[in-house]
């Protein structure tokens, strides 16, 4: 287990953006997050074996505009949180909804960018809904894939881990299984010829859908998993989760069939609700940055070596927590709880990998502790965790201690 941070060790390129976020950070301390524009108020800069088997300058393809990629060398960085369905810049979106003929509640890249200002968390996932299902074919599942593995790539990423919602979809749309999950791993294979880009998947369940949907989503994960599903997810309203062992089944389908459990938990739903998912004996949490208010339950989640999948920017945007300077990353990471660092849906926080993994710097996560976790906490197979080491040591150094 890694200790506490130090950011030291770091070799050069990395090393320059070091002194760049250190200037930085003394420059602009009182950091603002300001929803809606994709902009922030400061100035742009810079566990377990598992299964299956550049630089373009923030790279935006219209909307709100993205915050610069901070360095023409970014360093590498993993992420394992982000939904697909906020990856989507508001021009793509508004696209897409005209392609699709769906009709999203504003109509130009302004008005819908205004919309990204979220009152609290349920407003949040009001948006979220109205917004997302502006997916309809198979192609909008593969072109995101496609379009976030080259933003991320601006940014230095190696590996994604994306997660995304069917069952709604499914339910609500129409849209078959099949044409998400292909759309969704054919982007995974053209990810990797096209960019270089590891990319893995995992579908979403959704707090409170009845078990038999929950169900059917676990087994179409299972069936995909040779072609980059790695795992299963729980989203939506961590406070409408009911008793989480009604998906005891679908998640019991999802590890017979080879596949991680990653479930939202501990972002609105406080404790409880990490504690509640711990009967899956899950392989990482999103969020799980309310375990930072319990010393005992950050001690087994240390004990377990859960990895946290931690998102600065959302957590402010949907106001799970109040301000940047009270986000509980230093206490997670004094407790030595291991965070990995993600955007969770970049489009609809104005954010990016290089801003997050930033901001998590300047609240004491290392570019290199945020990676190793990312490392050590992916579902991936162990060639590619391999490969992802090394790449971590040559740019970080190797780990001590
Ligand atoms: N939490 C829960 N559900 C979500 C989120 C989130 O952060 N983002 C998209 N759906
Ligand atoms: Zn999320």
């Given at each position: 287990m890694e200790g506490p941070d130090t950011a030291h060790g770091i070799r050069p390129f990395a090393r320059r953006f070091e002194n760049a976020a250190a200037k930085l950070s003394d420059s602009d301390r009182g950091f603002r997050h300001a929803p809606g524009t994709g902009e922030s108020t400061r100035p742009p800069s810079a566990r377990s074996s598992r299964r299956t088997g550049e630089d373009s300058g923030g790279g935006s393809d219209g909307g709100a505009p993205l915050p610069r990629s901070g360095s023409a060398d970014p360093y590498p960085k993993i992420e394992l949180h982000v939904h697909l369905e906020g990856t989507i810049r508001p021009e793509k979106l508004l696209d897409m909804a005209r392609r699709n003929g769906v009709t999203l509640p504003a109509d130009n890249v302004e008005a819908l960018s205004a919309l990204y200002?979220?009152?609290d968390f349920d407003h949040f996932l009001e948006m979220w809904r109205a917004t997302t299902g502006?997916?309809?074919t198979g192609d909008d599942f593969r072109r995101a894939v496609l379009d976030y593995a080259l933003e991320a790539k601006a940014h230095g990423v190696q590996y994604i881990e994306t997660t995304f919602s069917p069952i709604n979809r499914n339910k609500?749309?129409?849209?078959p299984y099949p044409a998400m999950f292909d759309g969704v791993t054919d982007g995974i294979t053209a990810a990797a010829e096209h960019y270089g880009v590891t990319v893995r998947a995992m579908p979403s369940l959704i707090w409170g859908v009845d078990r038999e949907l929950a169900e059917e989503c676990a087994q179409w994960a299972v069936r995909y998993r040779d072609r980059g599903i790695v795992g299963l997810d729980a989203g939506g309203n961590e406070l409408a989760r009911?008793?989480?062992?009604?998906?005891d089944r679908a998640v019991a389908i999802a590890r017979d069939g080879g596949l991680g459990i990653v479930p939202h938990a501990g972002?609105?739903?406080?404790?409880r609700a990490i504690r509640d998912v711990l009967r899956w004996n899950p392989d990482g949490l999103q969020h799980g940055i309310a375990a930072a208010g319990d010393p005992a339950l950050m001690a087994e989640l240390v004990d377990r070596g859960t990895v946290l999948r931690v998102t600065p920017t959302s957590n402010v945007a949907t106001r799970v927590v109040a301000d940047i300077a009270e986000h509980p990353l230093p206490r997670l990471r004094e407790a030595g709880v291991r965070c990995s660092i993600g955007t969770d849906d970049p489009a609809l926080f104005g954010t990016t990998l290089g801003q997050e993994y930033e901001l998590a710097e300047r609240l004491g996560i290392s570019p290199a502790s945020a990676y190793r976790a990312g490392v050590d906490g992916s579902l991936c197979d162990d060639a590619v965790r391999q490969r992802l080491r090394e790449v971590g040591d040559t740019a970080f150094g190797a780990p001590t201690g």
């Open positions: 200002r979220y009152r502006t997916m309809r609500w749309d129409g849209i009911g008793d989480v062992s009604e998906f972002e609105a739903g406080g404790v």
